[in-house]
């Protein structure tokens, strides 16, 4: 059985670039079954954060822990149990729907790879496009494409820097019932957004950052603009 866990436990997490604090001395947990939101302006460390999360950086100070283990005593294991869907949604356009998702299943080392992707194509809703380019795609199609490459392995953590961006309104709906889908399955999702419109609807909790500081961790339920702008200030909060 593959390692597993049920909570990720971020402390006094600080990560510096020389003199600069892209991150300093964050706490924080995420449990399954909850969608925890990283909201703050532009350089609040957000991305940082969850580039840490998924072990693609090394904290300058502090610990993050997943389950009982950490990064270093967790292994090549963790890796297994993490999906990221960043900025770069690491597709090959060259490559049809169904052969982005064979490559990266077999990156894995998955079985049953057709009956995996499959599934992963008819979630997308990209079954009747499974054999298209993806440079024919639109972005909707390319987003929720990479949601299920993410996911193809079937992680415990999912990590998304902002997954609405570019969106329009009924394919950002779609992302917020598969994220509301994954939730229920007791995934532990993060992700980033400026959208505090859609996230006010879907979040648990919101994290707010400013300049690599946690300034607020709270239950996400309603009014969450209002609040993000008592803690950030008017003119930060219109930005988002």
Known sequence: ????????????????????????????????????????????????????????????????????????????????????????????????????????????????????VQSALERAGLSGRAGDVVSGFSRGMRQRLALERALIHRP???????PFTGLDDASAHLLVSRLRELRGEGRIIVLATHDLDVADGLLDRAAILRDGRLVALEEARGALRERYRAHLGAGVASSG
């Not at 593959?2 to 003199?19: I, M, N, Q, T």
């Not at 982005?100 to 009956?115: D, K």
């Not at 415990?156 to 902002?162: K, N, T």
Request: aromatic fraction near 6%.
């Open 156 to 162: 415990r953590l999912l990590l998304l820097d902002e």
């Open 1 to 116: 059985m593959r390692f597993d866990f049920d909570k990720v436990a971020v402390r006094e997490v600080s990560r510096h670039y020389g003199r600069r604090r892209a991150l300093n001395r964050i706490t924080l947990d995420c449990e399954a079954g909850e969608v925890l939101g990283l909201l703050g302006p532009n350089g609040a460390g957000k991305s940082t954060l969850l580039a840490i999360l998924a072990t693609l950086l090394v904290p300058s100070a502090g610990t993050v822990h997943y389950g009982m283990r950490s990064a270093r005593e967790a292994g090549p294991d963790l890796r297994g149990c993490i999906g990221l869907l960043a900025h770069d949604l690491h597709l090959y356009p060259e490559l049809t729907a169904r052969e982005n998702l064979e490559f990266f299943a077999r990156l894995y080392g998955l079985a049953e790879i057709p009956v995996r």
